[in-house]
Each structure stands twice: as C-alpha cells, then as structure tokens.
C-alpha cells in the first residue's frame, strides 16, 4: 500500500481526531489561562490563607505527573461519586495542570511590572481599580506572553494525552489504525505531522501575533 | 464494589508499588543521562560553523520539541520493528526520552552559552589564550551555573514525564498501579499512592533544584536577593 492509498483510506478518520485535538486544546487552552490568572493573583494576596490555598494548589500540581492527574480524574473521581465524561476529565485535568504553571508565570509577570509605575499611578490619584486595569495589566501581557506561548504549546502536545482516557482524539484514532493496518510508519508518522504543522504552522504564528499586538498596545514595538 | 478509600488493600500493595517506583527512577535517571549526552551533540550542531547543518539541525530540535512524546514513544516502539530493529520497551522509551528531552536540553546549554558576556572571549583573545583553554577555564565555569536551574528543571520534568513509559509496557510505577488496580477493579488506593509518591519525590527534588541554584549562585560571587 502506498503512502497515498493510505492516506485516501484513512485521512478522513484521522482529521477528524484532529478536530477533536483542537476542541480539547481549545477549551483547556481558556480553563488554563482563568486559572492562571486567579491562582497568579491569589499566590501575590497579602492574606495567608489565600496565599497558601495558591501555594499548595500549584506545588500539587507541578509536583505529580500529568497523566496520574488524568487517570485520577477519570478512573478515581468516580469512587467519590463524581462521574466525568472523558472529554471533560481530560479538559480538566489539562486544566488544572497547565493553570498550575500558568499562574506562577503570571506571579513573575505582575511582579516584573516596575514599582515605579505602581507609585506613579498612585501619586496620580489613580483609583486602585483603575490603576490595575489600565496601568499594570496593560503592561504584563508583553512580559507573560511569550513564556505563556511557550506553556501553550506544551499544551497542545499535552493533550495528546487524553487518548489514554478514551478521548478519541488524534493520537487515539492513529493508535487505533494503526491496530487494524498495522502501518505504524504511516499512521503515527502521518500523526506527528499533523501535530507538528498545527504547533509550527498555526499556534506559534498565532501566539507571535498575540505578543506583537500586546507589545504594540503600550508603544513598544517588536520586530 | 466497596466505596471509600480502604487501608488494608492500601498496605496490601504498598511492596509492590515500592518496588515500581525503584524503577521509575531508574528510568529517570538513565533518559536523563542520555538526554544530557544527546543535548550536546544537538548543541554542537548549532554551532558548528556549517549554515546547512545549522538548519538541518535546527528543523530537528524544531520537530522533536513541537510533536508530543507520547506518539513519537510509539512510533519508536512500533515502527523500528518494521525495519527490522527489535528493541525491548525500556530501550525504546530510553531512546525516546533521551531525544525529546535532548532537545531541551540543548536548548539550556545554548541559553547558558549565550549569557557568557562576549568581552570575557575577547579578553581570552587578548590573553591568547587556546580556545580549549578558554572554554575549559573560562567560558564553561561561568556558564555552568546559568544552566543549573534549567538542567534541574528538566530532571524534574523527566521523572515527571516517566509515567508515558506505561504505555508502551515499561513495567514503571504508573503500570504497576494500572495493573494491580485492573486486577482487583480498584483504581482509588493504587492512583492515589502514585500521586503521593510523586509528590514526595518531585518536591523536595524541586527544592533541592532551587537550593542548588542558590549555592553555585554564591560560590560564583554572584549574589541573589
């Protein structure tokens, strides 16, 4: 069988697992970064608990495998009473985890804002809220983004994952060929690129346009 | 089926799960022996002075870096038998692992390399100093300490990473416990105890990472607020 017969016989089914790779990375790629910015803040709260609660939620995270994460969703949660379908065991987990690295770079980003700028906004009258939102926040987004692109392309190989969960994803669907046809060169060769043009070709250029614009909104252009 | 986390079927796999856990370590520190070794060929590769190979090896570490680990264990695993190469699952995801993370770890090396100020290789020039000489005494001591955060960070992330190896039937922690808890439909106790004995290494690992930092830090003369 040719390279092209096998891809006229089992392209289709292989597509449509990417679908589902970028309705996976979609959804995580959102829970991850309002996670991040939730747990970022909290791990700068003056209060202790607060602060606490974001230190041992990250360190959980950081500090324990991915996929135990995963499994531990779908095949644990259901003991306490918690049944998660697999495509939402999976979103969460990859969540959760990825918010966990998320968070601490957005901790490094608010605290790289200079504190003159926070002194200015204060010797201006600015009004806390207004100091946040239209002085610090506007001036993070050009530090964390590119770590943060960075974290999100881990992401999208991360979500390669959830095929172990029964998420019939990419890499599911090329395990599965690749069970029937034994092709395994074609099919997780065929798998590979697909998720190779997807980081290279879409997300990175995607991200790249987000840190230029971000870079631009507070007058400091990128080449 | 009995809900509820129970003790006595808890302690009752504890051996075995210790016994897994000797070799996910293992296989931690050997990927990341030859993810060490692996790093500095693909490092060399960046700086030989060779455009083609540059690009050549650039498009590599691009590829490997951008494509999960989890299909590239398998395509070692599965595909090498077609060209008619055997190797046992602990080969492959040795292999595997040590590319992957190779990549990344060159990365380290340049990131290291790199923040070596040029006049310190000027000043070598200068002192016609050998180039042997001038990496052996200067250039690496001082870029060493740059790399051990990332190198520590990597280690960490190997060991964090091992529990893939189950998939292709690396008999590590992660498969012992998807095992025991296959045999006996109980899945609770034996994740569980893999997440907790992740936790117990990764962390104080974490901070052993950070404390090193800390120390080649001062012996350079560079203090960190």
Redesign the interface.
């Known amino acids: 069988m040719t390279y092209f017969e096998f891809l006229n016989e089992h392209g289709v089914t292989l597509l449509l697992g990417t679908v589902t790779t970028i309705k996976v990375l979609v959804c995580s790629m959102i829970l991850y970064v309002v996670i991040s910015m939730i747990f970022g803040l909290m791990r700068l709260s003056k209060n202790l608990l607060i602060q606490s609660i974001a230190t041992v939620y990250i360190?959980?995270f950081?500090?324990?495998?991915?996929?135990?994460?995963l499994?531990?969703a779908y095949?644990?949660l259901p003991?306490?009473?918690i049944s998660l379908e697999a495509f939402t065991a999976g979103v969460v987990a990859l969540g959760l985890n990825f918010g966990a690295y998320g968070a601490e770079i957005v901790r490094a980003g608010i605290l790289a804002v200079p504190r003159g700028q926070w002194e200015a906004a204060h010797a201006l009258n600015f009004t806390p809220s207004k100091r946040i939102k239209r002085i610090i926040i506007p001036q993070i987004f050009p530090i964390i983004l590119p770590p943060a692109a960075n974290l999100t392309?881990e992401l999208?190989?991360?979500?390669?994952?959830v095929?172990?969960v029964t998420v019939v994803d990419l890499?599911f669907e090329?395990?599965q060929i690749?069970s029937i046809t034994w092709l395994?060169?074609q099919c997780?060769?065929t798998?590979?690129l697909i998720?190779?043009i997807m980081?290279?070709f879409v997300l990175?250029p995607f991200l790249r346009w987000l840190e230029v614009l971000a870079a631009r909104k507070v007058g400091k252009e990128k080449i | 089926m009995e809900m509820g986390w129970r003790w006595d079927f808890a302690v009752e796999i504890l051996p075995k799960m210790a016994i897994a856990t000797f070799n996910t370590i293992l296989a931690a520190g050997v990927g990341y022996a030859i993810a060490l070794v692996v790093g500095l060929f693909f490092l060399l590769g960046q700086r030989t002075p060779s455009k083609i190979i540059n690009w050549i090896n650039r498009e590599i570490v691009e590829f490997i870096r951008s494509t999960p680990l989890l299909i590239q264990l398998f395509f070692v695993y599965f595909v090498l038998p077609q060209f008619g190469i055997t190797l046992s699952a602990w080969v492959c995801g040795m292999i595997t692992i040590g590319l992957h993370f190779g990549t990344y770890l060159s990365e380290v090396y340049r990131g290291a390399l790199e923040g070596v100020s040029k006049t310190q290789w000027e000043a070598c020039r200068a002192l016609n100093f050998s180039t042997l000489y001038t990496y052996r005494r200067i250039v690496l001591p001082q870029a060493f300490p740059i790399a051990i955060p990332g190198m520590g960070n990597y280690l960490v992330g190997i060991f964090k990473d091992t529990p893939l190896l189950s998939t292709i039937g690396v008999a590590e922690l992660f498969h012992a416990a998807t095992a025991v808890g296959g045999y006996n439909y109980r899945y609770l106790e034996p994740y569980t105890i893999v997440g907790v004995i992740f936790l117990t290494l990764s962390i104080p690992a974490a901070m052993w990472v950070r404390k090193l930092e800390k120390d080649v830090n001062k012996a350079q003369g560079k203090i960190k607020k």
Request: glycine letters at 8%.
């Open positions: 360190e959980f950081r500090g324990t495998s991915l996929l135990v994460q499994f531990w095949y644990v003991f306490f009473g392309v999208l190989k991360a979500t390669a994952l095929a172990l890499t090329a395990k690749n395994s060169a997780f060769g798998a590979l998720y190779y980081a290279r990175v």
